[in-house]
């Protein structure tokens, strides 16, 4: 078997990105593009873009859609990254990784940011554990990559809007490519 890549990814995202995210109102591709478009706006790197257009490629992977309905936390975030980590370097992949801790993180130190989470992402919060404790969240945004982490969980929160345009999923491919490891 070939070894994966960052064309085949591409091409899983374009096929199996059509399922709608969770309970959100928009597909898995369209939350990936609105995320990486809110990235590349804002100026992140080619890698925090890409990290941004890839943060849940493990739904993708795991292809069970009503995961967080059931109860059950697919650690997608986990999944992904650990997938991903054969084509890019941890500057993309650890920000995969800890873009859940981020949200946990965010619900510890910002009672505003819990207060504005739709209600999936208070569902699935539940279901990853809840809001750091105090030690935990001191913990978390000294780790490698958290700030990007971060900046990855507030464009992932924003990017769940119906119908609206971004640049179609090949305006990336090249951010990607330039992100991915050398062969």
Request: proline share 7%.
């Amino acid at each position: 078997m070939r070894e994966k890549t960052v064309e085949d990814v591409f091409a899983m995202l374009a096929e199996r990105g059509a399922a709608r995210y969770g309970d959100e109102q928009v597909s898995v591709l369209a939350h990936s593009l609105q995320s990486a478009a809110l990235a590349q706006e804002e100026g992140a790197t080619p890698a925090l873009v890409t990290a941004a257009l890839l943060h849940d490629f493990g739904h993708i992977l795991h292809e069970r859609e009503t995961a967080a309905a059931e109860g059950v936390d697919m650690r997608h975030e986990e999944l992904g990254a650990k997938w991903l980590a054969r084509l890019f370097g941890e500057d993309v992949t650890t920000p995969i990784r800890l873009h859940v801790p981020a949200k946990r993180w965010l619900c510890a130190v910002e009672p505003a940011y819990l207060a504005g989470l739709s209600p999936a992402s208070v569902r699935s919060l539940e279901l990853q554990g809840g809001p750091f404790p105090a030690e935990e969240a001191e913990a978390f945004i000294r780790a490698p990559h958290a700030e990007a982490a971060v900046r990855l969980r507030r464009w992932d929160d924003r990017a769940k809007v119906p119908g609206l345009a971004t640049p179609p999923l090949e305006a990336f491919l090249p951010l990607a490519l330039s992100a991915a490891r050398a062969p």
